[in-house]
Structures are given as structure tokens and as C-alpha cells.
């Protein structure tokens, strides 16, 4: 059974900084793609930032590029999120998600993972 848990949420000050964690368990995690994605109250949930099985290749959000970014260590089975310059709009519960099929590209879609953590929340103060 596959397992993600996320970690590293908190409450921080506008422009200030976090990285989330995700930490998979339940199969050989270096050989599937990886994405962040995040709900705040009331909305949907949206994409955040994609990454390859290798690490190789990510994609953001446009409202994240530039401040923040997806790295991985198939060592460590973990998947992270360094977010930095935090703006109030940030606000929301993060996850993190992985395919169940093994491939070369990253998903932008929450329709294209199968695997998902229980969520960290993220409170960006103004």
C-alpha cells in the first residue's frame, strides 16, 4: 500500500519561508512522477509544481514560478517543496501526489495521480 505523508506546514509571515515534505512509503518510489498541488477554503484545488521521476524536468504553476520549487531524493523516498517570498494568497492545505504508473514526463492535472497524502496546511499572515 502506498503511503504519502506531508509535512512541514506551518504559519508564516508574508515573504517569508517554508518547504514541505513528502514522504512516500509502500513501493520503489525513484521510478514515478510527483506532483504538488493545493485547496484553499472555498476554491478548487490547483496545481502547484510537477516533477519527473528523475528530477530532471519540473513545471510550475504561474503563480508560483519564480518563488517556488519541487526537488526530490529517490534516496530518501521524499519529495519537497522549498516555497519562498510566501504571499497571504498562498494560504491552503498542500498535498502531494504520485501516479501509480511509472514514466519519463510530470502531470499537471489531479486527474493523472492516484496516490495522494492527507495534506499540510500553509498560513501565509499579511
Known amino acids: 500500500q502506498v503511503q504519502l505523508v506531508e509535512s512541514g506546514g506551518g504559519l508564516v509571515q508574508a515573504g517569508g519561508s517554508l518547504r514541505l515534505s513528502c514522504a512516500a512509503s509502500?513501493?520503489?518510489?525513484?521510478?514515478?512522477?510527483m506532483g504538488w498541488f493545493r485547496q484553499a477554503p472555498g476554491k478548487e484545488r490547483e496545481f502547484v509544481a510537477a516533477?519527473?521521476?528523475?528530477?530532471?524536468?519540473?513545471y510550475y504553476a504561474d503563480s508560483v514560478k519564480g518563488r517556488f520549487t519541487i526537488s526530490r531524493d529517490n534516496a530518501k523516498n521524499t519529495v519537497y517543496l522549498q516555497m519562498n517570498s510566501l504571499k497571504p494568497e498562498d494560504t491552503a492545505v498542500y498535498y502531494c501526489?504520485?501516479?501509480?504508473?511509472?514514466?519519463?514526463?510530470?502531470?499537471?492535472?489531479?486527474?493523472?495521480?492516484?496516490?495522494w497524502g492527507q495534506g499540510t496546511q500553509v498560513t501565509v499572515s499579511s
Open positions: 501526489a504520485s501516479r501509480i504508473s511509472p514514466g519519463g514526463n510530470y502531470y499537471v492535472t489531479g486527474e493523472e495521480y492516484d496516490y
Open positions: 509502500g513501493r520503489t518510489f525513484s521510478s514515478y512522477p
Open positions: 516533477i519527473t521521476w528523475s528530477g530532471r524536468s519540473t
